[in-house]
């Protein structure tokens, strides 16, 4: 049998456990349309009709964003670089000596100065750079060649200067308190972080035993109180979950979600989970319920804390509270549980997905500062790169106009991650939700194409790199798939590449996602995955290794959403659910159906199915 049609199969199986806890969800949508229907068409309509919409409204076309340079020195500066690029420098000069406008001359000498192998600049050079252009984006670098090359008897260059001035960034120092958004939840002190962060590094490496005694020990219960100790404990009681010991979790999650109540919810989370697997669903629909309450859940906790309350009230019998329930996790709707409690409403979460426009209030406020018409500049001749690192400083602003602008001038250029960035920040600060930005559709080109739908692979990019093709992990992992050398060359079947200087080219787009690509389908067709999604995304994160161990802990016709919430390594864990959040909303911009959030949303493991080329609905963005 064929791959894909084990995975077709697969997927339209519901998996089963103890109990028939999981047999019952996967009644849930059809459960659900009788519930609605008992509850009155006014009631029922009501509960999802928030959530309805019609086909997409077609984006506007993006704006153009002002030209800075004119034709002939547009074709000459993009002339300059390639042929400073392979190390032409008479060539170059020539083109130089007849530029009308010497705006990116910065850049030029930049490129020439900093070349790998074929150019050696001097001291002078460097100094009289440093004079003229301490706020680019090289000043650093240049900098510090400079040091290297000055002789002893030279005067020091000028020292690099951050860009801090112009009408960009001159209102953002007084905005930034009465901006900056409270932080959400209680607020630790130093001493119950500490505490915190060692207690998950033994449980980390199952010393649950040893992380108690920590625990018990009188200097720490004085450092972090009860409240801190209890947060403490259920850290120790997902451990103790999560290596199979169900009852001395429950009771140690149990005691402390009673002795702290709302200052623990993660300790009501883990006491629910343990229940819930206990199959007493009542007593798991209260600890889920009190979770979801908490005043310091955050969208995510309270989404997901909610789902699970009506799925142990639908499980429990109790199917007045199911839709409640859901429709309370399905108030965020861009969380992964908030997303498939919409789904098994019936109803689909709205989205806006109107490119943001470039408008001449913004364009004003980037001309105004000399980093912003570089970059409008450096985009004209085609130098994205440099464009964003001239756009960094500026996109760190907490000023809501000016990440407006940045927003719609990166994504009118094809910049994703700048215009991810911008608009992370604005929704951070002012609320405000451009899901152009936050979800963008690059326009790369893998060498070999996509051999992987794009929603799948955009959906990693988001979270290995936010879109950032330089992007380089602690652990030595590059680019905007995140590839470690040692696997690139692995796929590449080239054991001499990626070695040294070689290892750059991973931060190139169109080799990582190439070899990314390969990486996904090698995974898929292997033995620990065989087409599962969730377990190709955990051993993409976490390795093959892991996931295999991970799957032999995993008990016959396991719940596929406890396994999720109980991959012991909290990085993996959260990586997966962020994956498969990401990968439905691009399914959705791309006006594609998601079998995964169907097979989830009906208790089944979610499996591989191929959508590119096959389906798009109407109003769909098809760039």
Same mark, same amino acid.
């Given at each position: 049998?064929?791959?894909?049609?084990?995975?077709?199969?697969?997927?339209?199986?519901?998996?089963?456990?103890?109990?028939?806890?999981?047999?019952?969800?996967?009644?849930?949508?059809?459960?659900?349309?009788?519930?609605?229907?008992?509850?009155?068409?006014?009631?029922?309509?009501?509960?999802?009709?928030?959530?309805?919409?019609?086909?997409?409204?077609?984006?506007?076309?993006?704006?153009?964003?002002?030209?800075?340079?004119?034709?002939?020195?547009?074709?000459?500066?993009?002339?300059?670089?390639?042929?400073?690029?392979?190390?032409?420098?008479?060539?170059?000069?020539?083109?130089?000596?007849?530029?009308?406008?010497?705006?990116?001359?910065?850049?030029?000498?930049?490129?020439?100065?900093?070349?790998?192998?074929?150019?050696?600049?001097?001291?002078?050079?460097?100094?009289?750079?440093?004079?003229?252009?301490?706020?680019?984006?090289?000043?650093?670098?240049?900098?510090?060649?400079?040091?290297?090359?000055?002789?002893?008897?030279?005067?020091?260059?000028?020292?690099?200067?951050?860009?801090?001035?112009?009408?960009?960034?001159?209102?953002?120092?007084?905005?930034?308190?009465?901006?900056?958004?409270?932080?959400?939840?209680?607020?630790?002190?130093?001493?119950?972080?500490?505490?915190?962060?060692?207690?998950?590094? =033994?449980?980390?490496?199952?010393?649950?035993?040893?992380? @108690?005694?920590?625990?018990?020990?009188?200097?720490?219960?004085?450092?972090?109180?009860?409240?801190?100790?209890?947060?403490?404990?259920?850290?120790?009681?997902?451990?103790?979950?999560?290596?199979?010991?169900?009852?001395?979790?429950?009771?140690?999650?149990?005691?402390?979600?009673?002795?702290?109540?709302?200052?623990?919810?993660?300790? @009501?989370?883990?006491?629910?989970?343990?229940?819930?697997?206990?199959?007493? $669903?009542?007593?798991?629909?209260?600890?889920?319920?009190?979770?979801?309450?908490?005043?310091?859940?955050?969208?995510?906790?309270?989404?997901?804390?909610?789902?699970?309350?009506?799925?142990?009230?639908?499980?429990?019998?109790?199917?007045?509270?199911?839709?409640?329930?859901?429709?309370?996790?399905?108030?965020?709707?861009?969380?992964?549980?908030?997303?498939?409690?919409?789904?098994?409403?019936?109803?689909?979460?709205?989205?806006?997905?109107?490119?943001?426009?470039?408008?001449?209030?913004?364009?004003?406020?980037?001309?105004?500062?000399?980093?912003?018409?570089?970059?409008?500049?450096?985009?004209?001749?085609?130098?994205?790169?440099?464009?964003?690192?001239?756009?960094?400083?500026?996109?760190?602003?907490?000023?809501?106009?000016?990440?407006?602008?940045?927003?719609?001038?990166?994504?009118?250029?094809?910049?994703?991650?700048?215009?991810?960035?911008?608009?992370?920040?604005?929704?951070?600060?002012?609320?405000?939700?451009?899901?152009?930005?936050?979800?963008?559709?690059?326009?790369?080109?893998?060498?070999?194409?996509?051999?992987?739908?794009?929603?799948?692979?955009?959906?990693?990019?988001?979270?290995?790199?936010?879109?950032?093709?330089?992007?380089?992990?602690?652990?030595?992992?590059?680019?905007?798939?995140?590839?470690?050398?040692?696997?690139?060359? $692995?796929?590449?079947?080239?054991?001499?590449?990626?070695?040294?200087?070689?290892?750059?080219?991973?931060?190139?787009?169109?080799?990582?996602?190439?070899?990314?690509?390969? $990486?996904?389908?090698? =995974?898929?067709?292997?033995?620990?995955?065989?087409?599962?999604?969730?377990?190709?995304?955990?051993?993409?994160?976490?390795?093959?290794?892991?996931?295999?161990?991970? @799957?032999?802990?995993?008990?016959?016709?396991?719940?596929?959403?406890?396994?999720?919430?109980?991959?012991?390594?909290?990085?993996?864990?959260?990586?997966?659910?962020?994956?498969?959040?990401? =990968?439905?909303? $691009?399914?959705?911009?791309?006006?594609?159906?998601?079998?995964?959030?169907?097979?989830?949303?009906?208790?089944?493991?979610?499996?591989?199915?191929?959508?590119?080329?096959?389906?798009?609905?109407?109003?769909?963005?098809?760039?």
């Amino acid at each position: 049998m064929k791959t894909s049609d084990r995975n077709r199969r697969a997927a339209e199986r519901p998996a089963g456990t103890a109990g028939g806890a999981l047999g019952a969800a996967a009644l849930a949508l059809s459960m659900l349309a009788a519930l609605a229907a008992g509850a009155g068409p006014a009631q029922a309509q009501d509960t999802v009709a928030s959530w309805i919409i019609g086909p997409a409204k077609p984006a506007p076309a993006a704006a153009r964003f002002p030209s800075i340079l004119d034709r002939a020195d547009i074709e000459r500066y993009r002339k300059i670089f390639t042929a400073q690029k392979r190390g032409r420098w008479a060539a170059a000069r020539q083109l130089v000596r007849r530029l009308d406008d010497r705006i990116l001359m910065g850049h030029v000498l930049a490129q020439r100065y900093l070349h790998p192998t074929k150019y050696r600049s001097r001291y002078g050079e460097l100094a009289q750079w440093m004079g003229r252009y301490a706020d680019h984006p090289d000043a650093k670098r240049i900098y510090r060649l400079a040091l290297r090359r000055r002789p002893h008897h030279a005067k020091a260059p000028a020292r690099p200067r951050s860009f801090q001035g112009g009408a960009l960034l001159a209102a953002s120092a007084k905005t930034n308190q009465r901006r900056r958004p409270k932080a959400a939840g209680f607020r630790r002190g130093r001493a119950e972080r500490h505490v915190l962060r060692h207690i998950r590094h =033994l449980v980390r490496r199952q010393r649950l035993s040893a992380a @108690q005694k920590y625990l018990d020990n009188a200097k720490t219960r004085r450092a972090v109180g009860r409240a801190g100790i209890d947060r403490a404990r259920a850290i120790i009681a997902g451990g103790w979950f999560r290596w199979g010991n169900i009852p001395r979790a429950l009771a140690l999650a149990g005691a402390a979600a009673k002795r702290s109540g709302k200052a623990a919810p993660e300790a @009501q989370w883990w006491a629910g989970l343990a229940a819930f697997k206990l199959h007493r $669903y009542d007593q798991a629909a209260g600890y889920f319920a009190a979770a979801a309450r908490a005043p310091s859940a955050g969208p995510q906790e309270a989404s997901r804390a909610a789902f699970w309350a009506a799925r142990a009230n639908l499980v429990g019998r109790r199917p007045g509270r199911v839709i409640p329930w859901l429709t309370r996790a399905a108030a965020n709707p861009r969380t992964f549980y908030g997303l498939i409690a919409i789904h098994m409403l019936g109803g689909a979460p709205t989205f806006n997905w109107h490119e943001p426009a470039l408008a001449a209030e913004r364009t004003t406020a980037l001309l105004a500062a000399p980093a912003g018409k570089r970059a409008l500049a450096l985009i004209q001749v085609g130098q994205g790169r440099r464009a964003e690192r001239e756009l960094r400083p500026i996109r760190n602003s907490t000023e809501p106009r000016h990440l407006r602008a940045i927003m719609a001038l990166a994504d009118a250029a094809g910049l994703p991650a700048t215009a991810y960035r911008a608009a992370k920040l604005l929704q951070a600060l002012m609320g405000e939700r451009i899901d152009a930005a936050l979800y963008p559709i690059p326009a790369w080109a893998p060498n070999g194409g996509y051999s992987m739908d794009r929603a799948l692979v955009f959906a990693l990019a988001r979270q290995e790199s936010a879109f950032n093709a330089r992007a380089k992990s602690r652990s030595g992992a590059r680019g905007l798939l995140q590839l470690m050398p040692a696997t690139a060359r $692995y796929m590449g079947r080239r054991s001499g590449a990626f070695r040294g200087r070689n290892r750059a080219r991973l931060f190139d787009p169109e080799i990582n996602l190439a070899l990314g690509q390969k $990486y996904m389908r090698y =995974l898929l067709s292997g033995d620990i995955v065989a087409g599962n999604m969730i377990m190709m995304i955990a051993a993409y994160n976490g390795g093959p290794g892991n996931t295999a161990k991970w @799957q032999r802990n995993m008990p016959h016709g396991a719940d596929p959403l406890v396994f999720m919430e109980t991959i012991p390594a909290r990085e993996t864990r959260l990586f997966v659910k962020r994956v498969l959040e990401n =990968l439905w909303i $691009y399914r959705m911009r791309l006006g594609q159906k998601a079998p995964t959030l169907d097979a989830l949303a009906g208790g089944r493991w979610p499996y591989y199915i191929r959508l590119d080329g096959i389906t798009a609905g109407p109003g769909a963005d098809r760039r």
